[in-house]
């Protein structure tokens, strides 16, 4: 990974820089701090969601671990080839991925679960750097449309060409292609909008695009 796609000093927004210290105050054995991203330095699949969440990534450190998002997402990785167990309950629970990376468009967690569109762009370079670090032909996953639109602002590519929609895939420069997902947040899990089918359905164009490649 490029080092200048995370900094786990950075206090660039003042908004979150003072939610955390006021989070940190509250809970103190809370990792929060920005979370940096996890998995194989080199993969074929970059993953990008939204935030840090409240009790998962922020209290642990790790993104997508110790909260609801990350029930589905770490089981469908690990049925798809991707990790060594279904679930990511803490740092220390042995997890490790194999030809993926997780990381969010925020690396700090936002006040409501909310970045403010300010903070987005703030923190889009080390997302820019982070992409630009990967292999040629790599995959990279966008979980919701603010991250699929955090992706092609960090390759400076216009928006409308690019529409998100669940499933969809775009050509990129140097021969990566974004897909689209819904987030497995627990509110579109719950309400259906995504379903294991779905979300599994997703993994296998993944796979098939990185056998071909």
Known sequence: MNNKAFDPACRQCPRLAAFLDEVKNN????????????????????????APGMHGANATGRPFTG????????NTLFNHGFSNQSTSSSGTDGLQLSGCRITNAVKCLPPQNKPASGEITTCNHYLRYEILGLKENAII???????????LKALKLKLQ???FSH?????LPEGRVLVDSYHCSRYNT???RLTEEMFTIVFE???KRIKTD
Do not use: C, S, W
Not at 27 to 50: E, K, M, N, T
Not at 67 to 74: E, K, N, R, V
Not at 142 to 151: F, Q, R, S
């Open 27 to 50: 809970h103190p054995d809370y990792y929060a701090q920005p979370v940096p991203p996890f998995g194989d330095p080199d993969p074929d699949l970059l993953i990008v969601g939204l």
């Open 161 to 163: 060409p690019y529409k």
């Open 167 to 171: 499933g969809a895939e775009h050509d």
């Open 190 to 192: 719950q309400t259906r």
């Open 67 to 74: 909260d609801f998002a990350g029930i589905m997402l770490y």
């Open 141 to 151: 996953l966008a979980l919701g449309n603010i991250a699929h639109t955090a992706v």
């Open 205 to 207: 164009q993944i796979r």
